[in-house]
């Protein structure tokens, strides 16, 4: 069976240098609640469906292993059956509520993961791109909640891309600021910006309106969280969060 490159971590996050204020509780809003509850119970199906796939494939890939051409399908089913347990496993965990559990997590699949659930979400007038630099390392947070806030964020400027538009995810290494003793930052900036096609689009329009969910989750991840101004037809929003390799054992 295929592996995730997601990789579980039993290090705790730093109680130090927390540049958002933490919450006594989270402050969930009420329709996101509801949207977890709803979309918990589908995931849960899907989930039981995903298990018996993965549980029988390899009955199957035995029975065709002379047979290059129907083994190859076998491994196609495979991989597509794994990986989707994998986005389930995370999403589920999410619409639970259940306690963050982070780990050092690889950008490069996470951001393909997010463009593929987005691409059939948004639909075709919304092209989604992501990147990730070649020297960014591995971030310390929860991945299926990294996951869902970069969903929830996408999704949330949907209303200001209905006449199309573009939706970019980019990940890249921080600089280090003058106290970085090695020159190396230790946090990796996330960028996701929406951008319009449309030319009578309105830049007062906001387009990440609901953003509670996201900030908690940067919250919990000792990172930090910031709207940036609109430039013409562009909004963004930046997430900052510390390296996997730099947090404290």
């Known amino acids: 069976m295929a592996s995730s490159t997601y990789q579980r971590s039993n290090q705790s996050l730093p109680s130090a240098g927390v540049d958002i204020p933490a919450a006594a509780t989270p402050d969930i809003h009420p329709g996101m609640a509801i949207v977890g509850q709803v979309a918990g119970g589908l995931l849960h199906d899907f989930n039981n469906i995903l298990t018996v796939i993965t549980g029988t494939i390899d009955i199957l890939a035995e029975a065709v292993e002379d047979k290059p051409e129907l083994a190859a399908v076998a491994r196609l089913i495979d991989e597509a059956a794994t990986r989707g347990a994998r986005l389930t496993s995370q999403l589920l965990s999410f619409a639970r509520g259940r306690p963050p559990l982070p780990c050092a997590v ?25 990147s990730v630099g070649a020297d960014v390392p591995a971030v310390f947070a929860d991945p299926g909640q990294l996951m869902a806030a970069l969903l929830c964020l996408a999704i949330g400027a949907r209303h200001r891309l209905e006449h199309g538009g573009c939706i970019d995810i980019e990940a890249r290494r921080m600089r280090a600021d003058a106290s970085g003793a090695d020159g190396i930052s230790s946090d990796v900036l996330i960028v996701l910006t929406a951008s319009v096609s449309a030319a009578d689009a309105s830049p007062a329009d906001p387009a990440f309106s609901e953003i509670r969910m996201v900030e908690d989750f940067v919250r919990r991840s000792n990172g930090r969280l910031e709207l940036k101004e609109p430039r013409g037809r562009t909004a963004g929003v930046e997430i900052v969060l510390p390296r996997a390799d730099r947090v404290p054992s």
């Open 106 to 130: 690889e950008l490069n699949e996470l951001l393909i993961d997010v463009a593929r659930l987005l691409r059939p979400t948004l639909g075709t007038e919304v092209e989604v791109t992501t």
